[in-house]
C-alpha cells in the first residue's frame, strides 16, 4: 500500500531563505509526482509535475527532484516571500490502471517578512 | 479559462441527513476527481471519472456515498445518511486526461460540511 510522508510538517523561516520540503513515499512504482500548493480555505494550486521518467521540473523560483529509486522527492524554494505562506502537498500518481493520486499531509509553510 | 466550479460553498447539516455537492469541471476536461480533505490531512481520493465512466472508486464508502457524471461533465456527489466522520472539505479535480498521461489536476476551491 502506499505511502506518502511529508517532513517537516510544519516550517518557519526569515524572508528571502532558501528551503528544501521533503517528501518520500514507500512504493517506487509510481507514474508521476506533483507538488501543490494550499492556501487557507482554498483548493489546491498545481505547482510542478514530475513525470516519472524525469528528475526535476522548474518554474520560476521553484524546483523540484525526483529520484524513484530511493522513494523521495524536494521542493526547493529559492529567496522565500510571505507571500510563499501556504501549505505545500505532494501528491504520487500509482503506475497501474487508475492512477490513483495519493497525498502526503503537507508541511506548513510561514515566511516571516 | 474558468476554474473548476463547485457548490455549494458551505453546508451544515445534522447525522442522518442527506447532502449533495455539485462540481462543474474546465471545459473540455475529460478527466473528474472528487477527494475528501479532512482538517490537518492530505486530500483522499473518493472517486474518478474519465468522461462518464468510472476509473477507480476504491476508497468511495459505497454504503452511504454515491457519485455520477452522466454526461460527460458535471458531477454530483452525494452522502446518505452522513455521519458524524464526514466533516471535511469535499474537494473536486479535472485534468485533461486525453493523451494516457496525468496532466496537473486543477482544483475548485471545495465545500466544507459540517456534520452536527
Known amino acids: 500500500k502506499q505511502e506518502v510522508t511529508q517532513i517537516p510538517a510544519a516550517l518557519s523561516v526569515p524572508e528571502g531563505e532558501n528551503l528544501v520540503l521533503n517528501c518520500s513515499f514507500t512504493?517506487?512504482?509510481?507514474?508521476?509526482l506533483q507538488w501543490f500548493r494550499q492556501d487557507p480555505g482554498k483548493g489546491l494550486t498545481s505547482l510542478l509535475l514530475i513525470q516519472s521518467s524525469q528528475r526535476e521540473q522548474t518554474s520560476g523560483r521553484l524546483n523540484a527532484s525526483l529520484d524513484k529509486s530511493s522513494g523521495r522527492s524536494t521542493l526547493y524554494i529559492a529567496a522565500s516571500q510571505p507571500g510563499d505562506s501556504a501549505t505545500y502537498l505532494c501528491a504520487v500518481g500509482g503506475d497501474t490502471g487508475g492512477f490513483k493520486t495519493i497525498f502526503g499531509a503537507g508541511t506548513r509553510l510561514f515566511v516571516k517578512a | 479559462e474558468a476554474g473548476v466550479a463547485q457548490s455549494p460553498r458551505y453546508k451544515i447539516i445534522e447525522k442522518r441527513q442527506s447532502v449533495a455537492f455539485w462540481c462543474n469541471p474546465i471545459?473540455?476536461?475529460?478527466?473528474l476527481y472528487w477527494y475528501q480533505q479532512i482538517l490537518g490531512q492530505g486530500p483522499k481520493l473518493l472517486i474518478q471519472?474519465?468522461?462518464?465512466?468510472?476509473?477507480?472508486d476504491s476508497q468511495l464508502p459505497k454504503d452511504r456515498f454515491s457519485a455520477e457524471r452522466l454526461k460527460g461533465v458535471d458531477s454530483t456527489l452525494k452522502i446518505q445518511p452522513a455521519k458524524l466522520e464526514d466533516s471535511a472539505v469535499y474537494l473536486c479535480a479535472s485534468s485533461v486526461g486525453h493523451s494516457g498521461f496525468v496532466e496537473p489536476q486543477h482544483f475548485g476551491d471545495g465545500t466544507r460540511l459540517s456534520i452536527l
Open positions: 512504493d517506487s512504482a509510481i507514474y508521476n
Open positions: 471545459s473540455g476536461h475529460a478527466t
Open positions: 471519472f474519465q468522461n462518464n465512466g468510472v476509473v477507480d
